[in-house]
């Protein structure tokens, strides 16, 4: 830890680049957010969340698509944004990787973060 001339600690935000964060967002088939969630950690991903949704299409057109099941994973990501992009190429890798694989993705900027500690906690170097 850095000090200052008097020994004191120098605040985080001198000592370490505090990094822009965005809010990544990602909508899979049920069954494929542990997938996800691995993808999202290797790229840095400090905190996430897991909500299980329902898709919105009717069930006639379900059923000219073949689609028996339109249960949904959503997954939310706190990922710096000098990351997103290696992020953005692995999920496309997956996606390309089976048939089966398909989702969306996007990402939401965060423009505010309220305090040091509240950085610390969601980019997981406290």
């Given at each position: 830890m850095a000090r200052n001339k008097v020994g004191k600690s120098l605040p985080y935000d001198r000592e370490h680049e505090i990094k822009k964060l965005s809010l990544f967002i990602t909508v899979v088939s049920r069954g494929q957010g542990g997938a996800i969630i691995k993808i999202c950690e290797r790229m840095g991903a400090s905190v996430q969340f897991v909500h299980n949704g329902q898709g919105t299409a009717q069930r006639e057109?379900?059923?000219?698509?073949?689609?028996?099941?339109?249960?949904?994973?959503?997954?939310?990501?706190?990922?710096?944004?000098?990351?997103?992009?290696?992020?953005?190429?692995?999920?496309?890798?997956?996606?390309?990787?089976?048939?089966?694989?398909?989702?969306?993705?996007?990402?939401?900027p965060l423009t505010t973060v309220a305090g040091v500690r509240v950085y610390e906690f969601l980019t997981n170097s406290l």
């Open positions: 057109i379900l059923d000219i698509l073949g689609i028996s099941d339109n249960s949904k994973e959503v997954i939310f990501s706190l990922i710096k944004k000098d990351n997103i992009f290696d992020l953005k190429r692995e999920l496309e890798a997956f996606f390309m990787a089976a048939k089966r694989n398909q989702g969306i993705a996007f990402s939401i």
